[in-house]
C-alpha cells in the first residue's frame, strides 16, 4: 500500500487527455496485445478506443501500477497490495485512502476467471457531476488484486468492457510470503477482550473461538468496517460470518439483514452451553446464500450471521462456527471485593487488606490493548499497568512501561534507580527501586504469554512493596 496516495489518484481521476474536458483517444487505436504480468494477471483490449498501457507506461502515470488502459470515457490501472483481509473488507479501505469525500454503492461479490471477487462502485462528488471509480477485487496468496477504472460515464459501457477485460493466471509468487498460521491478534474492548483466537464479552457472557488457526478473527474497529454493529468477524476461504450480541431476548437475532429474505423455517443446533436455532436465506439483489445461527438467554441474544463467496456455506463450517460459540453466565470483566482485585480480561489478581480504594486512572497510550489501576490508602497507592501485546512484543512493552513509570517520578527528590530480580505471581520479575529519605518506589515488571504488567509501590517504607509481593498473583 506504500506507494498509492490519494494525491495521486487525484491526478489520475482527472487526466486532462483522457476524460475531463481534454484531448480525447484516438478511437481508431489499433488493437493491442494483451499485457501479460508476472502478478498473476492478463489484461486484454477491452475493445475500440481503447489503448493499453504496459508496466512501465501505467507506472509512469499511475505510481504502483502493474499494467492499465486509457479509453474514450477514462482510465483503469491494475496494482496489487499486501494484505491478509479478505477483499470485502478491502474495499472500504479503498474509499478511505484513495478518495477526499468518495461514498460506497457496492460492494458485491462477483467472479474473475472463475475465482471470488468482490465488485464495488465509489461515488466521488466532483464539481461538474460525480465522478465513478469501479472496479473489482480478488484476493488471493496473502494480496489484494485490484482493478480500479474511473469515469464521468455511469453506462456499463463506459467500465464494464475493461472489467471484462481482467484475466487471472497463476503468480509467478505472491507480494508476500504467506503465514501458516496468523498471529492472533490481541485487544482489549471495555467489559471484552480479543486474545488467542477468541473473542470474549463478559458484561454479555458470550465468547466466540475461530474453528481452527487458518480463520481471521477480528473485533473492535475492524470488525465494524464490515458491518457497524457487527462486535467480531470471522472469515476464511470466501466465508465470513459475523457476530451480533444485543441485551434482551427480543434483540437482533436471524433478520439482521433487511437486504436478506429469510425462510421461515429452522432447525434446532447444538450450541453445547445452550440450544441455538440455524436460519438460511438468500440476498435479495445478489442471491448470495446467507445462513444465520442464533442463539438467546433471558437477558441476551446472540446471532452469527455468515455469507458465502462461492456458493452454498458448507454444514461441517457452519456447524464449526457453532461449536465455537458459548453462551453462559455473564461476569464482570473486573471485580473489586473486600479481598482485592481482579482483571479476568488481563488473568491477574491483587489481594490487598480492606481499607485500600481502587480508582481507574486514564492509562493515556494503551487504547485497546490494557489497563491501569490504582489503589490508595492514605499516603500510600500500588497501580498496576497492564498490556496485552505479542509474545514478540513482550520485551518492547516492558521496555515502554518502565521508562513511562520513571518519567512519571522524574521530578520527585529521588536517588538513582537500583534494577535487580525478584519473585512476583510465581513469576521472575524486574525489580527497579527509587528511594529517599521521604518515600520509596518499587517498580515490578513480569510477562506471559503476551501480558506484560508493571506493577508499582509508592509508600514510606516497605509496606506497599511487601503487600504487592505477597498479594499480586496471574489468574489464567
Same mark, same amino acid.
Given at each position: 500500500m506504500g506507494r498509492l496516495r490519494r494525491g495521486v489518484l487525484a491526478g489520475v481521476l482527472c487526466l486532462g487527455f483522457v476524460a475531463c474536458g481534454g484531448e480525447s483517444v484516438d478511437p481508431q487505436?489499433?488493437?493491442?496485445?494483451?499485457?501479460?504480468?508476472?502478478?498473476?494477471?492478463?489484461?486484454?483490449?477491452?475493445?475500440?478506443?481503447?489503448?493499453?498501457?504496459?508496466?512501465?507506461?501505467?507506472?509512469?502515470?499511475?505510481?504502483?501500477?502493474?499494467?492499465?488502459?486509457?479509453?474514450?470515457?477514462?482510465?483503469?490501472?491494475?496494482?496489487?497490495?499486501?494484505?491478509?483481509?479478505?477483499?470485502?473488507?478491502?474495499?472500504?479501505?479503498?474509499?478511505?485512502?484513495?478518495?477526499?469525500?468518495?461514498?460506497?454503492?457496492?460492494?458485491?461479490?462477483?467472479?474473475?476467471?472463475?475465482?471470488?471477487?468482490?465488485?464495488?462502485?465509489?461515488?466521488?462528488?466532483?464539481?461538474?457531476?460525480?465522478?465513478?471509480?469501479?472496479?473489482?477485487?480478488?484476493?488471493?496468496?496473502?494480496?489484494?488484486?485490484?482493478?480500479?477504472?474511473?469515469?464521468?460515464?455511469?453506462?456499463?459501457?463506459?467500465?464494464?468492457?475493461?472489467?471484462?477485460?481482467?484475466?487471472? =493466471?497463476? +503468480?509467478?509468487?505472491?507480494?508476500?510470503? /504467506? %503465514?501458516?498460521?496468523? @498471529?492472533? #491478534?490481541?485487544?482489549?474492548?471495555?467489559? &471484552?477482550?480479543?486474545?488467542?483466537?477468541?473473542?470474549?464479552?463478559?458484561?454479555?457472557?458470550?465468547?466466540? =473461538?475461530? +474453528?481452527?488457526?487458518?480463520?481471521?478473527? /477480528? %473485533?473492535?474497529?475492524? @470488525?465494524? #468496517?464490515?458491518?457497524?454493529?457487527?462486535? &467480531?468477524?470471522?472469515?476464511?476461504?470466501?466465508?465470513?460470518?459475523?457476530?451480533?450480541?444485543?441485551?434482551?431476548?427480543?434483540?437482533?437475532?436471524?433478520?439482521?439483514?433487511?437486504?436478506?429474505?429469510?425462510?421461515?423455517?429452522?432447525?434446532?443446533?447444538?450450541?453445547?452451553?445452550?440450544?441455538?436455532?440455524?436460519?438460511?436465506?438468500?440476498?435479495?439483489?445478489?442471491?448470495?446464500?446467507?445462513?444465520?445461527?442464533?442463539?438467546?438467554?433471558?437477558?441476551?441474544?446472540?446471532?452469527?450471521?455468515?455469507?458465502?463467496?462461492?456458493?452454498?456455506?458448507?454444514?461441517?463450517?457452519?456447524?464449526?462456527?457453532?461449536?465455537?460459540?458459548?453462551?453462559?453466565?455473564?461476569?464482570?470483566?473486573?471485580?473489586?471485593?473486600?479481598?482485592?482485585?481482579?482483571?479476568?480480561?488481563?488473568?491477574?489478581?491483587?489481594?490487598?487488606?480492606?481499607?485500600?480504594?481502587?480508582?481507574?486512572?486514564?492509562?493515556?497510550?494503551?487504547?485497546?490493548?490494557?489497563?491501569?489501576?490504582?489503589?490508595?490508602?492514605?499516603?500510600?497507592?500500588?497501580?498496576?499497568?497492564?498490556?496485552?501485546?505479542?509474545?514478540?512484543?513482550?520485551?518492547?512493552?516492558?521496555?515502554?512501561?518502565?521508562?513511562?513509570?520513571?518519567?512519571?517520578?522524574?521530578?520527585?527528590?529521588?536517588?538513582?534507580?537500583?534494577?535487580?530480580?525478584?519473585?512476583?505471581?510465581?513469576?521472575?520479575?524486574?525489580?527497579?527501586?527509587?528511594?529517599?529519605?521521604?518515600?520509596?518506589?518499587?517498580?515490578?515488571?513480569?510477562?506471559?504469554?503476551?501480558?506484560?504488567?508493571?506493577?508499582?509501590?509508592?509508600?514510606?517504607?516497605?509496606?506497599?512493596?511487601?503487600?504487592?509481593?505477597?498479594?499480586?498473583?496471574?489468574?489464567?
Open positions: 487505436a489499433l488493437k493491442s496485445p494483451p499485457i501479460e504480468s508476472p502478478a498473476g494477471f492478463r489484461l486484454k483490449w477491452p475493445g475500440p478506443g481503447w489503448q493499453l498501457l504496459d508496466g512501465e507506461k501505467a507506472d509512469a502515470v499511475y505510481p504502483g501500477a502493474l499494467a492499465g488502459a486509457l479509453g474514450p470515457s477514462g482510465a483503469a490501472f491494475v496494482w496489487r497490495e499486501s494484505t491478509q483481509q479478505p477483499a470485502h473488507v478491502v474495499i472500504p479501505e479503498l474509499v478511505t485512502r484513495l478518495t477526499q469525500a468518495g461514498e460506497l454503492r457496492e460492494n458485491e461479490g462477483a467472479e474473475v476467471s472463475g475465482q471470488p471477487a468482490q465488485r464495488f462502485t465509489i461515488e466521488v462528488p466532483r464539481e461538474g457531476g460525480t465522478l465513478y471509480l469501479r472496479g473489482v477485487v480478488v484476493s488471493r496468496n496473502g494480496e489484494a488484486l485490484i482493478l480500479a477504472n474511473t469515469s464521468h460515464d455511469d453506462s456499463p459501457e463506459s467500465y464494464q468492457p475493461v472489467i471484462d477485460a481482467l484475466e487471472l =493466471t497463476d +503468480p509467478e509468487a505472491p507480494a508476500v510470503p /504467506v %503465514a501458516a498460521e496468523p @498471529a492472533p #491478534q490481541t485487544l482489549i474492548l471495555g467489559p &471484552a477482550i480479543l486474545r488467542e483466537g477468541t473473542y470474549h464479552d463478559f458484561a454479555h457472557g458470550v465468547a466466540w =473461538t475461530r +474453528p481452527d488457526p487458518k480463520w481471521r478473527l /477480528v %473485533a473492535g474497529h475492524d @470488525a465494524r #468496517q464490515v458491518d457497524p454493529t457487527a462486535v &467480531a468477524v470471522m472469515d476464511h476461504e470466501g466465508l465470513t460470518a459475523m457476530l451480533f450480541v444485543d441485551d434482551g431476548p427480543g434483540g437482533k437475532t436471524a433478520p439482521a439483514f433487511k437486504d436478506v429474505i429469510w425462510s421461515e423455517d429452522s432447525k434446532p443446533i447444538n450450541l453445547e452451553d445452550e440450544g441455538g436455532r440455524l436460519w438460511s436465506g438468500r440476498v435479495r439483489k445478489v442471491g448470495r446464500p446467507v445462513s444465520a445461527i442464533t442463539a438467546a438467554r433471558d437477558d441476551v441474544s446472540v446471532a452469527i450471521v455468515a455469507w458465502s463467496l462461492i456458493g452454498e456455506i458448507p454444514e461441517a463450517q457452519l456447524k464449526a462456527l457453532a461449536k465455537g460459540l458459548q453462551v453462559s453466565a455473564s461476569r464482570k470483566a473486573e471485580e473489586m471485593s473486600m479481598s482485592g482485585y481482579q482483571d479476568h480480561r488481563l488473568g491477574f489478581a491483587l489481594d490487598l487488606p480492606s481499607g485500600w480504594l481502587a480508582e481507574h486512572p486514564d492509562a493515556g497510550l494503551l487504547g485497546e490493548r490494557g489497563s491501569f489501576v490504582r489503589f490508595r490508602s492514605e499516603d500510600r497507592w500500588i497501580g498496576v499497568l497492564s498490556v496485552q501485546a505479542s509474545t514478540a512484543r513482550e520485551a518492547l512493552w516492558e521496555d515502554f512501561l518502565q521508562r513511562r513509570i520513571g518519567e512519571s517520578f522524574a521530578h520527585s527528590a529521588l536517588g538513582d534507580a537500583k534494577t535487580g530480580k525478584d519473585t512476583l505471581g510465581e513469576l521472575e520479575a524486574k525489580h527497579v527501586v527509587w528511594s529517599s529519605s521521604l518515600q520509596q518506589v518499587d517498580l515490578w515488571v513480569v510477562h506471559e504469554d503476551g501480558r506484560v504488567h508493571a506493577i508499582v509501590a509508592v509508600d514510606q517504607n516497605t509496606t506497599s512493596a511487601d503487600l504487592v509481593r505477597k498479594g499480586f498473583r496471574l489468574t489464567d
